[in-house]
């Protein structure tokens, strides 16, 4: 009877084919995650005005870039004003008759910040059709103008894109921070309602408990003073 030949084991220190170093797979997905961010497009119409909000957290890096098209065969040429403000009605960025341009800013803390337009030609009709905005807002990784790095500190092309991946992972990680502080926070707020719906519930108990009681005392007299019960 033939005996079966033991499987040759592998050699230690060399990595087996097919199996990527886990770094170079991070690597690999922080690259797929990260894309050209596409600008945002909509139709303004006469004597109207939109905005759009977006949370953005603290220390971080807002720059954007509009451009308000003049509707087909309008002799006026585009018309709106562009105001961003955050959720106490402080002015970041003001521009009246925009027409292109470009902004920036530095959050100071977590907030909810809004742009808006709004635009000064009258209604428009079958023949004055809306205005087109275009508003390419970026911030974070987005924001840093890394060609700009490139060439202060004469960084080679791959250390460029080293640098932008160790901004996005320093990114990923404040994110998933704050998300740990915000389920603290909302688990500390949950402890503290069970505990005090816990209080109000025994109070109710010994409020009820003690109704009860007095009821039935208030009774048994009312009903020994009528001579019902003895």
Not at 40 to 66: M, N, W
Not at 84 to 106: N, V
Request: proline letters at 8%.
């Amino acid at each position: 009877m033939p005996v079966p030949l033991p499987l040759p084991l592998p050699r230690p220190g060399r990595p087996r084919l097919g199996h990527a170093p886990l770094p170079a797979l991070l690597l690999l997905l922080l690259l797929l995650l990260v894309g050209p961010a596409r600008p945002i497009s909509f139709q303004l119409p006469g004597k109207a005005r939109k905005c759009l909000r977006e949370e953005i957290h603290r220390d971080t890096l807002v720059t954007g870039e509009y451009e308000i098209g003049a509707p087909p065969g309008s002799s006026t040429g585009p018309s709106a004003n562009l105001k961003i403000t955050d959720s106490a009605g402080h002015i970041l960025y003001a521009k009246e008759d925009a027409t292109k341009g470009k902004f920036a800013f530095t959050t100071e803390d977590y907030d909810m910040f809004e742009a808006c337009f709004e635009s000064k030609l009258p209604v428009g009709t079958g023949r004055m059709p809306d205005q087109l905005v275009i508003l390419d807002m970026k911030h974070g990784v987005e924001a840093k103008n890394y060609e700009e790095i490139a060439k202060v500190e004469k960084l080679k092309p791959l250390e460029v894109e080293l640098r932008r991946l160790e901004d996005l992972s320093e990114s990923i990680v404040n994110d998933f921070a704050y998300m740990k502080k915000r389920e603290e926070e909302m688990r500390d707020t949950n402890e503290s309602t069970n505990t005090r719906v816990l209080y109000f519930s025994i109070f109710s108990m010994c409020c009820l408990i003690g109704l009860a009681t007095w009821q039935v005392f208030y009774l048994r007299r009312f009903f020994k003073a009528k001579k019902l019960i003895e």
